[in-house]
Nanobody, 119 residues
Framework: QVQLVESGGGLVQAGGSLRLSCAAS????????MAWYRQAPGKERDIVAG????????DYADSVKGRFTISRDNAKNTVSLQMSSLKPEDTAIYYC????????????WGQGTQVTVSS
């Protein structure tokens, strides 16, 4: 059973920055494309950033493009999300997962990490 543990969330003022981290308990982590997702209250969980298995290519939702940067360390089985110029609308629970077909997560979801941006 794969376990995903997200960390790094918190309360930050608009314009501030946070760095999220995710650790995956999986030997073949480097074989999987990974992604960060977020879910705001009353809304569906949406993908915000993705990175291919090698780290050689990334993509972002339009809403975060230019502000968020996804990266990974296959030696440590981790994926990170550097968030800057945060906006109140970025407030959500953030999750990582392997990126499956149609962008959906492949594995059981972790507990996520709460990001709250105050105006």
């Amino acid at each position: 059973q794969v376990q995903l543990v997200e960390s790094g969330g918190g309360l930050v003022q608009a314009g501030g920055s946070l760095r999220l981290s995710c650790a995956a308990s999986l030997r073949s982590f480097s074989s999987y494309d990974m992604a960060w997702y977020r879910q705001a209250p009353g809304k569906e969980r949406d993908i915000v950033a993705g990175i291919i298995w090698s780290g050689g290519s990334t993509d972002y939702a339009d809403s975060v493009k230019g502000r968020f940067t996804i990266s990974r360390d296959n030696a440590k089985n981790t994926v990170s999300l550097q968030m800057s110029s945060l906006k109140p609308e970025d407030t959500a629970i953030y999750y990582c997962n392997a990126r499956g077909p149609s962008g959906r997560g492949r594995w059981p979801w972790g507990q996520g990490t709460q990001v709250t941006v105050s105006s």
